[in-house]
């Protein structure tokens, strides 16, 4: 069993993962990123970190279910059981849903359901919150909807500009995520499809 990290962008998440995964020898290693901008930091430090990339625009396919496949074909080879989100910009579509049921985690900038989708930060902040954080859920089929598992909150202090609230979100979500994760693919937090 393995798990693959699904990244858009810079990748800071994807990095504290993997040094989450290897510093307490998760019982269940990262073995794959997948990456859907070409191009995108988080190809480099996959590259440094020594974790296999697989990285495809989605636009050379068809539509989002070959796509999809494509993704789910490569998650097959490499024997993944679990897929985490960090900054991947894009819904998870019913190909995936299908076959990793209650295995999708996502991390998101905000205390959902407030301020889903793209931009929370600066959604919370432009509204002018006194408290914002960052929520761990499970995905579905939804954007930012699927059941929560874990949230902490981040105060926006009055000093706070956009650029602080924006680091002290990242640094909530680089402590809770890995936390989370590991607590999630351990078994100490009971998804759907463990209950009943």
């Not at 495809?56 to 539509?63: G, I, L, M």
């Not at 931009?119 to 914002?132: E, M, R």
């Not at 650029?163 to 100490?188: C, D, M, N």
């Amino acid at each position: 069993m393995s798990i693959a990290v699904f990244a858009s962008g810079s990748g800071s998440n994807f990095e504290r993962l993997v040094e989450a995964s290897r510093d307490q020898k998760w019982p269940v290693p990262i073995r794959l990123l997948v990456c859907d901008k070409p191009g995108a930091k988080v190809l480099e430090r996959a590259e440094r970190l020594g974790i296999p990339a697989v990285c495809v625009s989605p636009k050379t396919f068809a539509d989002k279910a070959a796509y999809e496949t494509f993704v789910l074909a490569e998650l097959r080879k490499h024997g993944i059981e679990w897929i985490v989100l960090a900054g991947y910009m894009r819904l998870i579509g019913s190909t995936l849903l299908d076959a990793y049921p209650w295995r999708i985690v996502n991390i998101h900038p905000s205390l959902l359901p407030a301020f889903p989708g793209k931009d929370a930060i600066g959604q919370a902040f432009a509204y002018g919150v006194k408290v914002s954080g960052v929520s761990v859920h499970l995905v579905d089929a939804g954007m930012d909807t699927g059941p929560l598992l874990a949230q902490v909150p981040v105060l926006l202090e009055e000093d706070d500009d956009l650029e602080s609230f924006t680091t002290k979100i990242h640094q909530a979500e680089h402590r809770l995520y890995p936390e989370v994760v590991y607590r999630w693919i351990t078994g100490a937090i009971k998804t759907p499809d463990m209950e009943g």
